[in-house]
């Protein structure tokens, strides 16, 4: 949206054209084969305009002026124009945003605003996100510890009556115990199936389409920092359980006058952080979690400077959290679940919990899961020099879930061990579009590594699902130019089966980085040779390497 398209956006070349910039980017991998190039940009749109991040199109009747000239009329410091598709102050806090708790309090502001027509006309509004706060807050009064999944939020979203929450959760507790009764993934299903495609129906989607609907909510969610998961589930994030409290207290607030709904959603809806004791309380409960205490007169007293010393603690909290989860990388548990994340990202067939969990969390992000994974499989192996946040290029939630790709200018991993460092690359993109894509950020990566750490060897890792002739090629000659100094680097493009391959010998035998960088360096040695003998060459080797 930096490029001209803020109150720029209408209309099919303009669409098309963001749609473009977007695969540019790197946000989206574009069928250059579709029909219509437009559609996804409106897929966009409509998600940024239904949050706030943009101004929407308003149909303005001739009797009334449209909302927007209204807005911009009471609140000229918002800075808007009469065009739809804007970037509101909302959306430009969420584009600046440089921190995950950032991101978080943006989107929160953004759903806790949000408000749609009740099908009930006596009730006229209604709140969504704040109603499943309330459907999870009558189900956790109800002793119920799971959390809820993608199929219960269809359930919840089939209500528009705030009064009917603990029903909802009733419901979702009648659903589990005749699910439960159910033995068998397959029986399972058509009991889903049976019990959920009249709700389908009533919202006019199909059954099987239940999935695409449900699953960007499930997320929307999960980028406001009040939830964790619980495998497939979502539960109440106990680390911002004061939030919650307080948006139970005082919500759903319903706004009847357009011009100020509008304001708020625009300019960002009032959170229980920006209220002092609400900040407090969450300070202090954890402090108490990092072992130490803070009395009211120790603390800030404006919401500033109270909002950046919370902040700084959860930075000190998630510092610790990211270690711990480093070490536990390398249990037989984990090593399992992260070899059967690549067999999902790499379109194997599969079966078992894990598998169908992976699946179910990688299905609509692959290219963030494939980054994801392969950061924690290094984990695995360990003996980082540097520290797991420094070697991820890529933003985590509260639970160390991916958020987004690596931004590009920076690689996707760098792994810096004592005797040498690594930079792992991975893409998802095929044939001669991987060329294009990743050649040259690739091997910029690498030299500009490598320039910053001559004491060290560097090595890159170029992990696809399979390796484009061209690419390889640009590996192979390993050159890059900065300016006139020439940089010769070292780079082995290997496919996601053989690395699944390193990980299965790694599960078996605990080997450690040293024996990653000895394989690194034998697959390099025959890149002397044509292209397609050098690729041969590293799937014998990765095959017969020996790590004992």
Known sequence: MDKGFSGNLDGKARETEYSLALDAAGIINKSTTSDDQSSVARKWRSAFDKNGFITPKFRAKKATVPVLQQVIAKHPEMDLSSKPYQITPQGRRLAQATTTYEMQDTMLRALLGIQIDADDVTTAKFKPFVFALQVMAALRAKKQDKGVNEKELVLIGNVTDHSQASAVANEIISYRIERDKVSGKQNKSKFDASYLSPLAEECGVKYESLATYTNPNFNYMLTTGLFSRQGKRLVFNEERIDVINAILQTEPQIISDDVEYY??????????????????????????????????????????????????????????????????????????????????????????????????????????????????????????????????????????????????????????????????????????????????????????????????????????????????????????????????????????????????????????????????????????????????????????????
């Open 263 to 548: 304001y708020q959603l625009w300019n960002g809806y009032p959170l229980p952080t920006d209220d002092a004791d609400v900040l407090i309380r969450s300070i202090k409960r954890l402090a108490a979690k990092l072992e130490r205490s803070y009395t009211d007169a120790e603390l800030p007293t404006e919401v500033p400077d109270l909002k950046l010393f919370l902040i700084q603690l959860q930075m000190e909290d998630d510092a610790v959290h990211e270690h711990s989860y480093a070490r536990e990388q390398s249990t037989d548990d984990n090593i399992e679940e992260i070899i059967q994340y690549f067999h999902v990202i790499n379109g194997d067939r599969g079966n078992g919990e894990v598998f169908e969990n992976a699946k179910a969390n990688a299905k609509f992000d692959m290219p963030t899961y494939l980054e994801w994974t392969s950061w924690r499989a290094f984990l695995a192996i360990d003996g980082l020099v540097n520290t797991p946040d420094k070697a991820r290029g890529f933003n985590v939630d509260q639970d160390l879930y991916p958020i987004g790709n690596a931004p590009g200018g920076r690689p996707d991993i760098v792994l810096e061990y004592e005797g040498f460092i690594l930079v792992v690359e991975v893409t998802l993109t095929t044939t001669s579009r991987q060329e294009a894509a990743e050649a040259e950020p690739v091997r910029r990566h690498v030299a500009g590594i490598q320039a910053k750490h001559p004491e060290k060897p560097v090595y890159g890792l170029f992990l696809a699902k399979t390796i484009d002739n061209n690419t390889a090629e640009m590996f192979r000659v390993g050159l890059w130019y900065d300016k006139n100094d020439p940089y010769f680097v070292n780079i082995v493009p290997m496919t996601l089966t053989q690395f699944i391959h390193v990980m299965q010998e790694f599960q078996e035998i605990r080997f450690d980085n040293t024996k990653v960088e000895r394989l690194v360096e034998k697959c390099l040695i025959p890149r002397n040779a044509t292209v397609g003998l050098w690729k041969h060459e590293i799937a014998h080797t990765v095959d017969v390497y020996q790590y004992n």
